[in-house]
């Protein structure tokens, strides 16, 4: 298992708000900074992982995979509930451009996590298959009401994770995600779309 590297740079939270390095100045990167000391110190980072999803067992609710299934893998990660509390604090005094840095920190960190466990669930390729990109529910062509279905079956609540009546999850900066594994033989698209996450260029496992 790859070390992960729980921190952030000014740099890596511009993409995020849509400005170029050559137009943050002083001001910004000091808010910038401050937001991630901010995320870093109050973040209660978790996640949990499932390689390969029992396939006689587990079932999406509607969503049907593109390609016959040779491997489901299926995951979650999690910042924790005290993130919530400070987007909260800063929304009720009033700073909400502050707030916006602080959500998009966020969002750098839980992608950041997200990435190492795709990184895992990747690095865990055996002969004869391979993988398409991952995908969340909620975005494209996977329905938000499988996060309750994948949320259970990974029981993440025991990491502090719960899915909303309207499917949503709690705390806010939690990210599902699954991988889905066919056979190497099968030409399907999917296989070769980079997911441009993980830093590889070209990506080493879809190459």
């Given at each position: 298992?790859?070390d992960i590297?729980?921190?952030?740079?000014?740099?890596e939270?511009?993409?995020?708000?849509?400005?170029?390095p050559?137009?943050?100045?002083?001001?910004?990167?000091?808010?910038?900074?401050?937001?991630?000391?901010e995320?870093?110190?109050?973040?209660?980072?978790?996640?949990?992982?499932?390689?390969?999803?029992?396939?006689?067992?587990?079932?999406f609710?509607?969503?049907?995979?593109?390609?016959?299934?040779?491997?489901?893998?299926?995951?979650?990660?999690?910042?924790?509930k005290?993130?919530?509390t400070?987007?909260e604090?800063?929304s009720?005094?009033?700073?909400?451009?502050?707030?916006?840095?602080?959500?998009?920190?966020?969002?750098?960190?839980v992608?950041?996590?997200?990435?190492?466990?795709?990184?895992?669930?990747?690095?865990?390729?055996?002969?004869?298959?391979k993988?398409?990109?991952?995908?969340?529910?909620?975005?494209?062509?996977?329905?938000i009401?499988?996060?309750?279905?994948?949320?259970?079956?990974l029981?993440?609540?025991k990491?502090?994770?719960?899915?909303?009546?309207?499917?949503?999850?709690?705390?806010?900066?939690?990210?599902?995600?699954?991988?889905?594994?066919?056979?190497?033989?099968?030409d399907?698209h999917?296989?070769s779309?980079?997911?441009?996450?993980?830093?590889y260029s070209?990506?080493?496992?879809?190459?």
């Amino acid at each position: 298992m790859k070390d992960i590297e729980l921190n952030l740079s000014v740099r890596e939270i511009l993409p995020w708000i849509k400005v170029k390095p050559e137009n943050a100045d002083e001001e910004l990167k000091k808010k910038i900074e401050k937001a991630i000391d901010e995320i870093l110190s109050l973040s209660t980072v978790a996640f949990v992982y499932n390689l390969e999803a029992d396939l006689d067992f587990f079932e999406f609710q509607v969503y049907q995979p593109p390609f016959p299934l040779k491997r489901l893998s299926l995951a979650c990660i999690t910042l924790g509930k005290e993130i919530d509390t400070l987007f909260e604090f800063y929304s009720k005094k009033g700073e909400d451009s502050y707030r916006y840095l602080l959500e998009n920190s966020a969002n750098a960190l839980v992608e950041k996590v997200a990435d190492y466990v795709n990184f895992e669930i990747c690095s865990s390729a055996e002969e004869g298959e391979k993988q398409s990109f991952r995908k969340s529910p909620g975005i494209g062509r996977v329905p938000i009401m499988e996060n309750k279905v994948i949320a259970e079956y990974l029981y993440a609540d025991k990491i502090g994770v719960k899915v909303r009546e309207n499917y949503s999850l709690s705390p806010k900066k939690t990210v599902i995600f699954m991988v889905e594994w066919g056979d190497r033989h099968i030409d399907f698209h999917e296989f070769s779309k980079r997911c441009n996450h993980c830093g590889y260029s070209p990506c080493i496992y879809r190459i």
